[in-house]
C-alpha cells in the first residue's frame, strides 16, 4: 500500500525556519508528482507547493514564493518542503500527498487530485 509519512514540524519564532521531510514506501517516487498542503484551524486546506516526479518542475502557492522551497531525493524516497522567513499565519498542519503520473503527470496543487496523503505534521510560528 502507498503510504506517506511526515515529519520536522514544530513550534518556531517569527523569521524562523523549518524543514519538513516526506518520507514514501510501497511505491516507487519516481512515478508520482507530490503536492504539499496544509489547513490552518477553521479554515480550508489550500496547496502550498508541488513537484514533478523528476523534480524538474516546481510550483508555490504566491504567499510562500521566495520563503519556501520543494526538493525530492528520489534514491531516498524522500520529498522535503524547506520553510524560511517563517510566519505566523503559515501556522497549520502540513500534508504532503501523491498522484501517480499515470493519473496526473503535471505538477497541480489541486487537492483533488491526488489520492495518497500522510498523516500530517503541525507547524505553528508563534513568538
Known amino acids: 500500500q502507498l503510504q506517506l509519512v511526515e515529519s520536522g514540524g514544530g513550534l518556531v519564532q517569527p523569521g524562523g525556519s523549518l524543514r519538513l521531510s516526506c518520507a514514501a514506501s510501497?511505491?516507487?517516487?519516481?512515478?508520482?508528482?507530490i503536492g504539499w498542503f496544509r489547513q490552518a484551524p477553521g479554515k480550508e486546506r489550500e496547496g502550498v507547493s508541488c513537484?514533478?516526479?523528476?523534480?524538474?518542475?516546481?510550483k508555490y502557492a504566491d504567499s510562500v514564493k521566495g520563503r519556501f522551497t520543494i526538493s525530492r531525493d528520489n534514491a531516498k524516497n524522500t520529498v522535503y518542503l524547506q520553510m524560511n522567513s517563517l510566519k505566523p499565519e503559515d501556522t497549520a498542519i502540513y500534508y504532503c500527498?501523491?498522484?501517480?503520473?499515470?493519473?496526473?503527470?503535471?505538477?497541480?496543487?489541486?487537492?483533488?487530485?491526488?489520492?495518497?496523503w500522510g498523516q500530517g505534521t503541525q507547524v505553528t510560528v508563534s513568538s
Open positions: 500527498a501523491a498522484v501517480h503520473i499515470g493519473v496526473q503527470a503535471m505538477c497541480v496543487m489541486s487537492s483533488a487530485r491526488f489520492g495518497s
Open positions: 513537484i514533478s516526479s523528476s523534480g524538474g518542475s516546481t
Open positions: 510501497g511505491f516507487t517516487l519516481n512515478y508520482y508528482v
